[in-house]
């Protein structure tokens, strides 16, 4: 089983509909949370950065975490085309070494 | 802030050539830069961990001697592939991580795709 579950997709959208994407994990040390947007051939940029469990908002973007359940979400509000990309959640015990999921291609579609 | 930079972005090379990649934060000191690699449709996985001024450390599974990581100065890492082989085609990204704007967390550098004849 591996650490951090994440499906893969691809999730098709149409424009302005709301996005939900999910990872589960199995560590329960976990404690510090990331959302990770990749473009295709880019490095990841982070989204949203969470400290144990919690809801956390930035202007579309709302992240959530869980850990009696150890299941975190991020949900992106009025979908853009330009928010087609890979998301990757991540998560670590600490600040030093993440663990990431493989990551969910998300295409909106105008 | 928060940039990191990689250099360079694409590679191609013969095999048993060795290849160098530069990692550099440009506006905050990186106490800590890791090391990455990405096999497509795959996530990223922790290959080395390098703090400024001692040896990296590497995850289980990966080769001190044929991947070389240098952390010279707080700003700048390079990771080394040498005699590098079609198996070790692959995306590499760096990320470095300090107190940049008061989060200490990952940036990401944009990656460095390397071919290898």
């Known amino acids: 089983q591996k650490e951090v579950e994440q499906d893969p997709g691809p999730l098709s959208v149409p424009e302005g509909a709301i996005v939900s994407l999910n990872c589960t994990y199995s560590?329960?040390?976990?404690?510090?949370f990331m959302w990770y947007r990749q473009y295709s051939r880019k490095g990841p940029e982070l989204l949203m950065y969470?400290?144990?469990?919690g809801n956390k908002e930035d202007g579309r973007f709302t992240a959530q975490v869980d850990k009696s359940s150890k299941y975190i979400s991020l949900f992106i509000r009025d979908s853009q085309p330009s928010d087609s990309a890979t998301y990757l959640c991540?998560?670590?015990?600490?600040?030093?070494?993440?663990?990431f999921g493989t990551g969910t291609r998300l295409q909106v579609f105008p | 802030g928060a940039v990191v930079s990689q250099h360079p972005s694409r590679v191609i090379c013969k095999s048993g050539t060795s290849v160098k990649i530069e990692c550099r934060s440009l506006?905050?000191?990186?106490?800590?830069m890791f090391w990455y690699r990405q096999f497509p449709k795959q996530s990223l996985m922790l290959m080395a961990t390098?703090?400024?001024?001692?040896?990296?450390?590497?995850e289980q599974g990966v080769e001190k001697d044929k991947f070389l990581i240098n952390h010279a100065s707080l700003t700048l890492s390079t990771l080394t592939v040498t005699s590098a082989h079609p198996e070790d085609s692959s995306f590499y990204i760096c990320?470095?991580?300090?107190?940049?704007?008061?989060?200490?967390?990952?940036?990401f550098g944009p990656g460095t795709r390397l071919t290898v004849l």
């Open positions: 506006d905050f000191q990186a106490t800590t």
């Open positions: 990320s470095a991580s300090g107190l940049a704007g008061g989060s200490d967390t990952q940036y």
């Open positions: 390098s703090n400024e001024g001692s040896k990296a450390t590497y």
């Open positions: 969470t400290y144990s469990s």
């Open positions: 560590n329960s040390a976990f404690q510090y």
């Open positions: 991540a998560m670590s015990e600490n600040t030093d070494k993440l663990i």
